[in-house]
């Protein structure tokens, strides 16, 4: 099944004097239908499914990132950070004794970082010949549309963390232009593709990520990287490969039981998404590195997905209800502690 803008169809009225109408007509009865034993309408004629299948699809972002609610209807969102300096450094300057006539002195740098914020609006039209046959089928318009709503605010909230929203000029977690970007290096076979990677160098592409990510954040502890997103295609392929042709583990247990991050105390996520499958340098497939934590990373639903208003809609018989949300971009506190590497797949 796809989605299609339907638009305003006429679809047209069709006299049968067989057992069915004609695909996407509108039965009717006439004479001529009832006398050649057409007497019974085709839903009839039906065993109906009462499941009503949704459109297959992906949206992970808030496994990716921290969702903080609430702010209101703003514009921007703001975060404030602070630099620090002493008089001639922290290490000898500080050092006193008997006699001395003068202290070094602590200062402090504060700067403001500003974040978009969008409003996302969309209407829910039902029609009133509709909800009067709804009383006969037993069914809700109204929900079956809400869940539509739900779908496109997931899928529009999905891109806005992951790619940003390029008319907007917004940025997501996998293409900041801030985050060191790098490429894996090449195997034993002469590229970087993890299919035609050994186990042990796959695990090396992993932990050059996390120790690189964290020689960036000045090896604090607390911005220990703890999150990895992969295509789905090499996720997959780690997940489903032996270390060897002897081995009961697959190279994912490899790198959960030998990462650095779990070595230091920290807890290793590794996790698939779409939106890293050529997300890379030349359409190759990326790999992203980082500290999924809401110092560090997060996004905010200032006005979470509300349904706001509703009216009756004389001039085209129907109710219309507006649904609005105010969602902020992805606010990266800091860029250090995200690192791409590109060329894990696809073509290289």
Sequence with gaps: MSFQDVGTVNAGVVKFAGAAPAIGGVPTMDAAGIASGGAFLVSELEKRDPMIRKPLTSVTYPRDIVIQTGGGWVDYVSAMSVAYG????AGAAPVQAGGSNGLPIVQASVDKGIYKAHTFAVALRVMFQDMQRANFIGRS????LQDGVRMAFDKHQDQNIYTGLSEYETTGIINNPDATESTVADGASGNGNWVTKTPAEILADVNKALITTWDQAGNDLD??????LLPYEEYNYILSTPVSDLATKSIYDYIMENNITSKNGGDLFIGATQWCKGAGTGGTDRM???VNHERYLKADELVPLSRIMSAPNVANVCYDTAYMANLSE????????????DQIGGDT
């Design 288 to 290: 992203v590195v980082y």
């Design 86 to 89: 002493i008089t001639g450094g």
């Design 330 to 341: 992805p606010e990266v506190m800091y860029p250090q502690t995200i690192t791409y590497w």
């Design 141 to 144: 318009m109204d929900q079956l």
């Design 223 to 228: 911005a220990l990287p703890n999150h990895i």
